[in-house]
């Protein structure tokens, strides 16, 4: 079955980087793009970024362009979100999803937290 699991969350300091990874398992990762979601308290869900299967086409939210990087490794079935320059307003849970066969499949999510 697929499965998707994120690490890489904690606590940073505000102008910090964090690496963020999601490593699938149970489909074709290659065949399949994927993406980056955050939902801080009280708020929706909302996309950070997304990447195409081949990584040639990659997508990023107006407020993390130019400070977030999605990337994958097809080989080692995972997809990574490079954090740098974080403020306090991408405090939130942040979950990987892939679209396969008109489903939606998520992670359990990995918080972050960028706090003085």
């Known amino acids: 079955q697929v499965q998707l699991v994120e690490s890489g969350g904690g606590l940073v300091q505000p102008g910090g980087s964090l690496r963020l990874s999601c490593t699938a398992s149970g489909f074709t990762f290659s065949r399949y793009g994927m993406s980056w979601h955050r939902q801080a308290v009280g708020a929706e869900r909302e996309l950070v970024a997304s990447i195409s299967g081949t990584s040639n086409a990659r997508t990023y939210a107006d407020s993390v362009r130019g400070r977030f990087t999605i990337s994958r490794d097809n080989v080692n079935n995972t997809v990574y979100l490079q954090m740098n320059r974080l403020k306090s307003e991408d405090t939130a849970v942040y979950y990987c999803?892939?679209?396969?066969?008109?489903?939606?499949?998520w992670g359990q999510g990995t918080q972050v937290t960028v706090s003085s």
């Open positions: 999803k892939a679209f396969i066969a008109d489903h939606y499949y």
